[in-house]
T-cell receptor, first 112, second 115 residues
Framework: GAGVSQSPSNKVTEKGKDVELRCDPI?????LYWYRQRLGQGLEFLIY????????KSGLPSDRFSAERTGESVSTLTIQRTQQEDSAVYLC??????????FGPGTRLTVT | AQSVTQLGSHVSVSEGALVLLRCNYS??????LFWYVQYPNQGLQLLLK??????LVKGINGFEAEFKKSETSFHLTKPSAHMSDAAEYFC?????????????FGKGTTLSVSS
């Protein structure tokens, strides 16, 4: 079946611009996670959605970062006024039962 | 707080040689432990996981890992490396294994396999 998909695969933007990253989870997966992977680093948790519950935003690094999810489907991660330190690969994962998370291919964001 | 340490950011082996990727964790409760593999320009793929029960777990592609509570370790091994194993490997821990618990990842180990 279809896995987690993300778009765009690559995004180059100028410092100060806003960007939107999209994630399509596996159908039926109630949980959705966003992670950030900086060069040479492990993955950092950003935000978690579970059904219609309030999201866990504890990992968002600043108020320039926000995310939305429509029901149990698509999620959008928005970064406002991008900075060079925002350059990273942004990974989305979805999960059905809890701990087993399925990852998308990621969006590589480059802020120039 | 939980943390994961992967010893060695880069490991090189010859084809056919033993692969050993080291992972140590810290957790205040019995953890759930994972190994993920990431091939270039792809997302992470789950190799194997430890939740409860048998401490030696087998995963895909001939990999296995052993949970050693006394050593707080979860090292990944494969008896004979193949060229296709070249990738980046991440160890991760979850404290509860419940929905909504973010995984805590190590910084990754890049495995190179030479012929």
């Amino acid at each position: 079946g279809a896995g987690v998909s993300q778009s765009p695969s690559n995004k180059v933007t100028e410092k100060g611009k806003d960007v939107e990253l999209r994630c399509d989870p596996i159908s039926g997966h109630t949980a959705l996670y966003w992670y950030r992977q900086r060069l040479g680093q492990g993955l950092e948790f950003l935000i978690y959605f579970q059904g219609n519950s309030a999201p866990d935003k504890s990992g968002l690094p600043s108020d320039r970062f926000s995310a939305e999810r429509t029901g149990e489907s698509v999620s959008t991660l928005t970064i406002q006024r991008t900075q060079q330190e925002d350059s990273a690969v942004y990974l989305c994962a979805s999960s059905l039962n809890s701990y087993e998370q399925y990852f998308g291919p990621g969006t590589r964001l480059t802020v120039t | 707080a939980q943390s994961v340490t992967q010893l060695g950011s880069h490991v090189s082996v010859s084809e056919g040689a033993l692969v050993l990727l080291r992972c140590n964790y810290s957790s205040s409760v019995p953890p759930y432990l994972f190994w993920y593999v990431q091939y270039p320009n792809q997302g992470l793929q789950l190799l194997l996981k430890y939740t409860t029960g048998a401490t030696l777990v087998k995963g895909i592609n001939g990999f296995e890992a052993e949970f050693k509570k006394s050593e707080t370790s979860f090292h990944l091994t494969k008896p004979s490396a193949h060229m296709s194993d070249a990738a980046e490997y991440f160890c991760a821990v979850s404290e509860t294994g419940q929905a909504g618990t973010a995984l805590i990842f190590g910084k990754g180990t890049t495995l190179s396999v030479s012929s």
